[in-house]
């Protein structure tokens, strides 16, 4: 018999943290993320989601063992065709009875708030973290990424999940030959005085807050499920962002003054908090800044891409692509850069990734079920 409990005193939310940690705990790819940078998800006074949306958290014990684990939630930030709720920070032994019987509960709690559907595993929050089940590329994750074991893809489709788009990670070698049509970009766009890059400084975020906000709001924001971006709070993040800001890999380019597109990429944080086994106390914060000066991170991971519209398929990304690597080459360590998941409803976004002769490594899948299962499933529409 499983036993239900929700996450409530101080031993619960230890427990939540714990239990993936025993579970994996023979598995030399998984890299447990920081205990506070969880918590802080579920934390009404820090996570904006509470503000529109409700989540709660619960174990699963048979025979007084953890078997399971599991966050469920709605938002009205969240909107679908049919109301969606979600689920996410799922975690189970290999037992598909076990696994029915959490997805059963989920089900259950949405539908008493009015869901018709469940997406998972995804996170009470932004798509840039925790997002995603990992079906292919069973390799170290990249920070805030999800990890898990390959059975839990037939956990899900054996219930009846149905994949509503596959996130694609693309890497390249830095050193590796850049594609013709960008050099040919970048030879045909420096003859224009107009057009300049420059690096994210450290000393003037707030004007690449600015720039950053404007070129993202003109490309992005008016795609499928966007939203428009506020100075403010970008202005916050990068604040935020600041000690991991590494100057020579994050680029913008100007026309004249006004931004026109931008490139941001960010050291691969996992590569430092794989030996801080969760903790972020005192000593932890002290060895991490004894591991970024003396233990070589060589990868970087790719944010946000983006060029307004009036700038697209005029060569920019090359320029921009070219100009940032030239540097990068000669002023850092990295290796490798791999992009942050791109899903397969957005072809534009794909074939900048296929131009730069990368190859995917890692696969992960958003998966949705449907509570009346005579409905017609649809995966995601595509982003023209």
């Known amino acids: 018999m499983i036993i239900v409990e929700e996450v409530q005193d101080k031993y619960q939310r230890k427990e939540f943290l714990e239990f993936p940690a025993r579970l994996y705990q023979h598995d030399k790819n998984y890299i447990r993320p920081l205990d506070q940078h969880i918590e802080d998800i579920f934390d009404p006074e820090k996570n904006k989601f509470f503000r529109e949306g409700e989540c709660k958290r619960f174990l699963f014990k048979k025979n007084n063992k953890t078997v399971g684990k ?106 590796a030959e850049v594609s013709r049509v960008f050099t040919i970009a970048y030879e045909r766009n420096k003859r224009n005085p107009a057009i300049s890059a420059l690096p994210m400084k450290k000393n003037n975020l707030e004007k690449f807050a600015r720039d950053f906000t404007e070129v993202y709001n003109k490309a992005w924001a008016s795609h499928g499920e966007g939203k428009y971006l506020e100075e403010n709070k970008v202005l916050k993040m990068f604040k935020t962002m600041k000690p991991i800001i590494n100057e020579h890999i994050s680029w913008f380019v100007y026309e004249n003054e006004k931004p026109i597109a931008m490139w941001i990429n960010l050291p691969d944080l996992n590569q430092w908090f794989k ?82 002769d990368t190859k995917v490594t890692r696969k992960l899948a958003t998966y949705r079920y449907l509570f009346d299962r005579n409905k017609p499933f649809e995966r995601h529409p595509p982003v023209l």
Not at 80 to 91: S, V
Not at 283 to 296: A, C, G, M, P
Not at 323 to 328: F, P, R, V
């Open 275 to 356: 030996y801080l086994n969760g903790k972020f106390g005192i000593f932890e914060k002290f060895k991490l800044l004894w591991l970024k000066r003396f233990k070589k991170n060589n990868k970087m991971v790719g944010l946000v891409f983006g060029v307004i519209p009036e700038w697209q398929k005029k060569g920019i990304d090359g320029y921009m692509i070219w100009e940032g690597t030239q540097h990068l080459r000669k002023h850092t360590d990295f290796t490798i850069t791999e992009l942050q998941w791109i899903g397969d409803f957005n072809p534009k976004m794909i074939k900048i990734a296929e131009t730069l």
């Open 70 to 175: 599991v966050a469920v939630f709605i938002s009205s930030c969240y909107q679908q065709e049919q109301p969606t709720g979600g689920i996410g920070f799922f975690d189970c032994i290999h037992d598909q009875e076990t696994a029915n019987f959490i997805f059963d509960h989920c089900k259950n709690w949405l539908q008493k708030k009015g869901m018709e559907a469940m997406d998972g595993p995804i996170n009470f929050g932004e798509r840039d973290k925790f997002w995603g089940l990992l079906i292919e590329g069973f390799i170290e994750p990249l920070f805030a990424m999800n990890y898990n074991f390959p059975y839990y893809k037939e956990l899900f489709e054996s219930y009846g999940f149905q994949i509503y788009f596959e996130q694609l990670c693309f890497t390249r070698p830095i050193f």
